[in-house]
């Protein structure tokens, strides 16, 4: 992956509805080449997918938490088990498996402090092997992006 290509990740990453010949422009290539290097780094998985990205207050999802999940075992059972099964759930947005403290930690989107208590009860709380659940609200979203920091 060269400097060319770089940029039009750059590019892409803040408006990935632009048309190929406004692409080629910004990053001072022709039309053709421009498209055959989109196409090369959709081939090689480097670009994954595009999306919209939506306003979570506008669809009613004002509340984001993050969850931290301890499970009763670390066994590979237990522990893909939990990840199937939260891959099952939608206001689970991002799942990660932690080294350090907690198992897992979970951000999660819902319409609010109800709601997700709603959320752990009858939906959280029924995923088998959890042993803990501690649940952070943050105060001030100050920074979320999309964008990686492609140089």
Sequence with gaps: MD???KRILQ???TDGK???NELAQRIGLSASPCLRRVKQLEEDGIIRAYVALVDPAK?????TVFARIWLKSQDPQTVNQFVESIREVPEVVECHLMAGDCDFFLRIVVA???AYRQFQIHRLNKIPNIQSIKTEIPLQNIKQTTELPIW
């Design 18 to 20: 632009l048309q190929n």
């Design 112 to 114: 609010d402090l109800d």
């Design 59 to 63: 669809v009613n999802l004002r509340l």
């Design 11 to 13: 590019v892409l990453q």
């Design 3 to 5: 400097q060319t290509d």
